[in-house]
């Protein structure tokens, strides 16, 4: 079964920039990915994705701020992250779905920390 790593959170002012990685434990060229966000007490919420042809989608609250993009040699998605906001605080998880038998499994990473100082 595939892992999946986020790295890249930390601490940024407002308005700096982040870029997150998802490295995966072998190939996921054929998988579309996506990154989630969750502060506590809320629900996940999903941030935006990238299918295996390379088309992507954003929540509105990102659109114009964050563009995530896949290096399937390096078997990693990235989150780039402009114009960093308070409210973009959260953990971040990026999330496949891979197929066992006739179930699918959700594949989630454990996530990294981002923090926006204002």
């Known amino acids: 079964q595939v892992q999946l790593v986020e790295s890249g959170g930390g601490l940024v002012q407002a308005g700096g920039s982040l870029r997150l990685s998802c490295a995966a434990s072998r190939s996921v060229s054929h998988l579309t990915m996506a990154w989630h966000r969750q502060a506590p007490g809320n629900q996940r919420e999903l941030v935006a994705y990238i299918t295996n042809e390379g088309y992507t989608d954003y929540a509105d609250s990102v659109k114009g701020r964050f563009t995530t993009t896949r290096d399937n040699a390096k078997n990693t998605i990235y989150l780039q992250m402009n114009g960093l906001k308070s409210e973009d605080i959260d953990v971040y998880f990026c999330?496949?779905?891979?197929?066992?038998?006739?179930?699918?499994?959700?594949?989630w990473g454990q996530g990294t920390l981002v923090t926006v100082s204002s």
């Open positions: 999330l496949t779905v891979v197929v066992r038998g006739s179930k699918n499994l959700e594949v």
